[in-house]
Nanobody, 118 residues
Framework: QVQPVESGGGLVQAGGSLRLSCAAS????????MAWYRQAPGKQREVVAI???????SYVEPVKGRFTVSRDNAKNTMYLQMNSLKPEDTTIYYC????????????WGQGTQVTVSS
């Protein structure tokens, strides 16, 4: 069982920036789309951004223009650059594959906490 490892979270003031990283196994990452998710307490986990194996990206409306997803295929690592952070971005961020291609061995990691103060 190999879980991805998310890192880079922290406490930042509104308007600030953070860069999250997701280090995954080759079996999860190679030639596959990857996604960032977030889950607020009491709410369902939601997708934030998706990046295909070719680098095409898509975002949910609340983060468009503020977040940028990228990947380094040589390092099996995905990133999420978060700018102009808002208090409503506060939650735990996770990475995994998009649901439509998820396999039973695509495990969830521990996530990384992002806290944005007003």
């Amino acid at each position: 069982q190999v879980q991805p490892v998310e890192s880079g979270g922290g406490l930042v003031q509104a308007g600030g920036s953070l860069r999250l990283s997701c280090a995954a196994s080759g079996s999860m990452f190679n030639d596959r789309a990857m996604a960032w998710y977030r889950q607020a307490p009491g709410k369902q986990r939601e997708v934030v951004a998706i990046i295909t194996s070719d680098g095409d990206t898509s975002y949910v409306e609340p983060v468009k223009g503020r977040f940028t997803v990228s990947r380094d295929n040589a390092k099996n690592t995905m990133y999420l650059q978060m700018n102009s952070l808002k208090p409503e971005d506060t939650t735990i961020y996770y990475c995994n594959t998009p649901l439509r291609i998820r396999r039973p061995d695509d495990y969830w990691g521990q996530g990384t906490q992002v806290t944005v103060s007003s």
